[in-house]
């Protein structure tokens, strides 16, 4: 498992510090073209984040918005959803389902800063971190739910192996290496079930070609590098011998980069050095030296309850936080 580091250089060059001129219009957390800004700072989000699980929006938590010489600054605090599609597919996230919260969900948070000029958001600047949802809350809501293992865990590991095995045994073309272990999960009981999702990549030769030991297969790269989605449940009942193994796949077709600029380096193979923690850290940034700008932007939401006009002396306030999108 690798954690996913955008280090401050790497993306330095895309921070771009633009002249305020005068305090910017008041929007709301749910307005259209909040969530439009919103939509474009988590397709870039997914889009620099290559390990782990594609996010979803969850909600927007607050907005500001400033004018400056070349259009209008947002400034946008994001609450993301972890969801069942790994960063690797080619589903859009909208298509996308969020991961159940009895799965133990992780969730994101994410400081965005936008431009938007002549009615188009390019994003500035993004800060994200992520928490995994407390062991708590899932047994709160589900006592007898699995429990997130460590990605290297023994369990986890041999459950995934055999599970490719398994797959790679069935399959008559292309021979799987394994490229990332996404999830594992182990309960413990009269059967002892390690469930596991994994990511799978393409080598260059096929599953014959293996067992003759003709060819040296290397996982296939650039325009013919392609990748696959599985999930495995490893079950040992008292007194079997033998292990109940289930896999399913799900192989994408080849798919041609989009133009992200700037964008972060592939994520290598996992095959080897899984690192020992629960879930892939969704963690961008800080990538400017105006990072934290978002975070000064935050204040305390004052609502007029009373559905009285607000004096002019009162500073006007954003309808925020929005709504949830999800939960």
């Given at each position: ?13 895309q921070?771009?510090v ?60 994001l609450d ?10 080619p ?38 971190k ?40 069935g ?20 059967s ?30 650039g325009?013919?590098a ?50 020992s ?51």
């Open positions: 498992m690798k954690i996913l580091i955008i280090s401050a250089s790497l993306l330095l060059c921070a771009v633009l002249p305020l001129t005068q305090p910017g219009r008041v929007v709301n957390c749910d307005d259209p073209e909040v969530h439009e800004g919103a939509n474009v700072a988590v397709k870039h989000i997914n889009s620099l984040h290559r390990t782990g699980y594609k996010f979803a929006l969850e909600r927007v938590e607050n907005v500001k918005v400033q004018s400056s010489a070349l259009g209008e600054i947002f400034y946008l605090e993301l959803l972890e969801t069942l599609c790994p960063s690797l597919s589903v859009p996230v909208k298509n996308c389902p969020v991961r159940p919260i009895i799965e133990q969900a992780v969730e994101g948070d994410c400081d965005v800063k936008l431009l938007k000029q002549n009615g188009t958001f390019t994003v500035l600047d993004t800060k994200c992520s928490e995994l949802d407390s062991a708590e809350n899932l047994l709160r809501l589900c006592p007898h739910c699995p429990l997130l293992a460590l990605l290297n865990d023994t369990q986890v590991v041999h459950a995934v192996n055999v599970s490719l095995n398994k797959f790679n045994g399959n008559n073309t292309a021979f799987y290496f394994l490229h990332e272990i996404g999830r594992g999960r182990i309960q413990s009981g009269i002892n079930s390690v469930l596991v999702e994994f990511v799978i990549a393409a080598s260059n030769c096929t599953v014959d070609d293996v067992n003759a030991g003709v060819v040296a297969c290397v996982e296939e790269t325009a013919n392609h990748f696959g989605a599985c999930t495995g449940s490893v079950v040992k009942n008292p007194g079997a011998v033998d292990e109940e193994v289930t896999v399913t796949c799900t192989i994408y077709e080849p798919q041609v980069a989009e133009a992200v600029a700037p964008q972060a380096p592939p994520a290598p193979p996992q095959t080897k050095g899984v690192h923690h629960f879930h892939h850290t969704l963690h961008l940034g800080p990538q400017s030296s105006e990072s934290n700008s978002a975070e000064q932007a935050h204040h305390a939401v004052r609502r007029s309850l009373t559905g009285e006009p607000v004096p002019p002396s009162v500073p006007r306030l954003p309808l925020c936080p929005g709504r949830k999108l999800h939960n």
